[in-house]
């Protein structure tokens, strides 16, 4: 994830982003009397399309896991954030000075010092108690059961907690009822559960302390029963759902610049992040003040979303793990602290043990961990990311030590290195050159540019070297100009030049072989950087075109590209026309993918060569809009979707119009 664009990226980039594009492209004189001749030959490969070619990179910002994917409701649950109570208000008609203290055992309790104490005397219902907000609020469900948990100790007599959910308008929209009585020094959970009366969108929790005597409490917890798989304090079920639906080849995960921290001391630490969830200490998010213009003072990581739940989510939907690991530089846009070479020991030690995590055998240590978490089985780790958009000589130093050691003990796992943030220019020549020299698996480039600069480069790695390193396009989104922050940059001009980027990527696939979109989420009330991928609120999902493009790819990538050209060449921009092609072999199907980034329709003969057609019918798939500046709306059903139709075949001059604008998919069996 690039950072400050206006403020930090040097001349080249900003110019390119700044690039005035109110259509999709200058509207070209063509029209229907001009007919495009596209050959499609399955006799001429370019290579396999790798079952990893389209994913997802997923990052803590915008309130991507707390308050997002992770579905707890409770804001600072366990009273550790800078400012202990924030989140949190005392009320009751006996509230006093003395009722609750914040005690601090950081001796006795490292991860976790902070806690409450609370001294009630004849407490009724209305007398002492304390609300949560949430994150932006609390979304609610009508009928929805949710979980509340707490921990407590050091009870000197019974107490009872009477817990209701109120909606905006102070509302009481469901209750419960939970009673302490076990006594003693060491630390006890309690639960119930509760269903909710209506639906909320910005609701709270309200505890009431019933009884006398004191108590210390903590993890003051809160989830709906709807959960992904019904795991207890697991996730939120319609954000993995659309990440499921994506059918995504790989997970790369936490992030982006989560991984570098500010300095080294927030960089993201992975064995800190496993483990009993109320044992993970909390961070900062490194998002939290980044952006003062889009504050985030309440956002911190509670890593309830840890390496252990990254890795049981990738599984879930059935994608290839990929880790991202601090290479001891912090964030150049930041402090740029560096860890000396000679100390960087423990990080690479960090990547031995996390291999060992999610490989290891049951009798190691960190495969003995992963196993007592519920995963006895490993997780088939086979690729990482050594730092994140990290540049300079010192990155390809550390590389280096890297390389030379995870090679010697794990071959088996592929490395991931940076091209750094930008996608062209001094610094990004200076990794490529030395990557490249150094031999590695994969070389990570990002781009976020505005959508003229993604038709303009669709032809990108049409000349890149299949015998080097292979491509991850690791981040890449178009950022229309002159449009403001927020969801309204997520619109179709974006979107299908995106689309038409990809049929480069997707007709070089012999050497760019993974791509990911980001960023993935933006919460609707606490986003930092748009365009994102997907739009949340605290009830909804809401995919936008840029969503639907990604999908139409990774539903549709093949097994391998074959060639589609138009007088020879590829078709890459000619006339605002872009094409790629694959089989997929499993299913005997040849795959177009067609867009018109033009605002004329584009009519195109189809001739097809190299193939028995199995059917007198296709599948035709397409998106299309007359307005460049239309988006799903956050908050409504999106109009913006793929719309499909059957279509007759001929395989040869197979006459069909491109609507202007449009992205356009054609599904054709095939026989063997």
């Not at 594009?21 to 399955?42: F, G, I």
């Not at 976790?112 to 002492?128: C, E, I």
């Not at 954000?239 to 500010?262: N, S, T, W, Y």
């Not at 979303?305 to 601090?326: K, R, T, V």
């Amino acid at each position: 994830m690039a950072r400050k664009i206006k403020r930090q990226l040097p001349s080249y980039f900003i110019a390119g982003v700044s690039l005035a594009c109110t259509t999709m492209l200058t509207c070209s004189t063509a029209s229907l009397a001009q007919v495009h001749a596209l050959q499609v030959d399955a006799s001429r490969s370019n290579g396999a399309v790798q079952p990893t070619m389209w994913g997802i990179f997923f990052e803590d910002i915008n309130l991507g896991a707390d308050g997002g994917i992770y579905a707890e409701v409770v804001k600072n649950r366990s009273f550790e954030f800078i400012k202990p109570l924030m989140g949190w208000d005392l009320n009751g008609k006996k509230l006093k000075e003395g009722s609750f203290l914040l005690i601090n055992e950081a001796k006795e309790r490292p991860n976790n010092p902070r806690f409450l104490q609370v001294s009630l005397s004849d407490a009724a219902a209305g007398d002492l108690g304390l609300v949560n907000e949430g994150f932006r609020g609390m979304g609610i469900k009508k009928d929805l059961a949710y979980d509340f948990s707490i921990q407590y100790r050091r009870l000197t007599n019974p107490i009872s907690l009477l817990l209701q959910l109120k909606n905006s308008s102070g509302k009481i929209i469901g209750s419960g009822q939970l009673t302490l009585n076990a006594t003693g020094d060491d630390w006890q959970q309690a639960s119930t559960s509760f269903r909710a009366t209506d639906t909320a969108a910005s609701g709270q929790l309200q505890i009431w302390l019933v009884g006398n005597g004191q108590v210390d409490l903590d993890q003051v917890s809160f989830f709906p029963g709807d959960t992904w798989k019904g795991r207890k304090g697991g996730l939120r079920a319609d954000m993995v759902q659309a990440l499921a639906d994506l059918k995504p080849g790989f997970i790369r995960f936490p992030g982006g610049c989560i991984v570098e921290g500010h300095e080294l001391s927030t960089r993201y630490q992975w064995k800190k992040t496993v483990g009993p969830v109320a044992n993970r200490p909390l961070s900062i998010n490194r998002w939290n003040n980044e952006f003062a213009e889009r504050a985030a003072p309440d956002y911190f990581q509670t890593f309830g979303l840890g390496f252990f739940e990254y890795f049981q989510l990738a599984e879930d939907i059935g994608a290839e793990p990929l880790p991202i690991l601090s290479c001891g530089m912090a964030c150049q846009f930041n402090s740029a602290e560096l860890v000396p070479l000679d100390e960087l020991e423990p990080y690479i030690q960090d990547a031995i043990d996390l291999i060992e995590f999610a490989n290891g055998d049951t009798q190691t240590k960190w495969g003995a961990l992963r196993a007592s978490m519920g995963h006895p089985a490993p997780f088939n780790l086979k690729m990482m990311g050594i730092g994140n958009e990290n540049w300079g000589p010192q990155y390809l130093e550390r590389v280096k030590v890297f390389a030379a050691r995870l090679k010697a003990q794990h071959p088996e796992v592929k490395l991931i290195t940076s091209a750094g943030p930008f996608s062209s220019g001094e610094m990004f020549d200076t990794l490529d050159k030395g990557l490249r020299a150094l031999q590695v698996d994969f070389i990570d480039e990002h781009y976020y540019m505005s959508p003229d600069w993604f038709l303009r480069h669709a032809n990108r790695y049409d000349h890149y070297d299949r015998q080097g390193p292979k491509i991850f396009a690791g981040e890449y989104a178009a950022h229309p100009p002159k449009q403001p922050q927020g969801p309204l940059r997520n619109n179709w001009q974006a979107a299908l030049s995106e689309a038409a980027f990809m049929t480069g990527l997707e007709r070089n696939a012999a050497v760019v072989e993974m791509c990911s979109y980001a960023p993935l989420f933006a919460h609707i009330d606490g986003w930092q950087w748009s365009p994102d991928l997907i739009w949340v609120d605290n009830l909804n999902s809401y995919p936008t075109p840029n969503y639907y493009v990604q999908q139409l790819y990774s539903l549709n990538k093949g097994t391998k590209t074959i060639s589609i050209e138009e007088g020879g060449k590829a078709l890459s921009g000619q006339d605002s026309l872009y094409a790629s092609a694959v089989l997929d072999e499993k299913q005997s199907m040849l795959i177009i993918k067609l867009v018109n980034a033009d605002g004329v329709d584009k009519k195109t003969v189809l001739n097809l060569k190299g193939l028995r057609i199995k059917a007198k019918e296709a599948e035709r798939i397409d998106m299309k809009s007359t307005d460049p500046l239309a988006v799903n709306a956050v908050g409504a059903a999106p109009k913006l979707i793929p719309q499909k139709a059957s279509v007759a075949i001929k395989t040869s001059n197979w006459a069909m119009v491109l609507p202007a604008n449009s992205f356009t998919v054609l599904r054709i069996p095939y026989q063997k």
